[in-house]
């Protein structure tokens, strides 16, 4: 069974239920080093993945998930690294144009 303590963490970094209701997201994939899912689709992006680096912080990647016809070809639109937790929500909302939080 997988250890998912940093995919949970980086929910709840980002604001936990909350965040699921007020951005859609879905399809959550959790792994011991990162946090995969999808949102609707907003600036181009559709998917964002948040990896933990050795570092301590997070690379966070904002990309396109294609459908059959490109056979589901992942297109990044931004990749930004060095990313602290605090500021998750901010970056998040200013890639995607979604808002975690009221």
């Known amino acids: 069974m997988a250890n998912l303590d940093v995919a949970n963490t980086i929910l709840q970094q980002l604001g936990g239920g909350r965040f699921r209701v007020m951005t859609g997201a879905k399809h959550f994939i959790g792994d011991a080093t990162s946090l995969t899912f999808q949102i609707p689709r907003s600036n181009g992006i559709n998917a964002v993945e948040i990896k933990l680096d050795p570092s301590d912080t997070y690379r966070v990647r904002f990309f396109k998930v294609g459908n059959k016809r490109t056979a589901y070809?992942?297109?990044?639109?931004?990749?930004?690294?060095?990313?602290?937790?605090?500021?998750?929500?901010?970056?998040f909302t200013a890639a995607t144009g979604l808002y975690t939080h009221f």
């Open 73 to 91: 070809r992942h297109t990044d639109v931004s990749v930004h690294e060095g990313v602290y937790a605090d500021q998750l929500q901010s970056l």
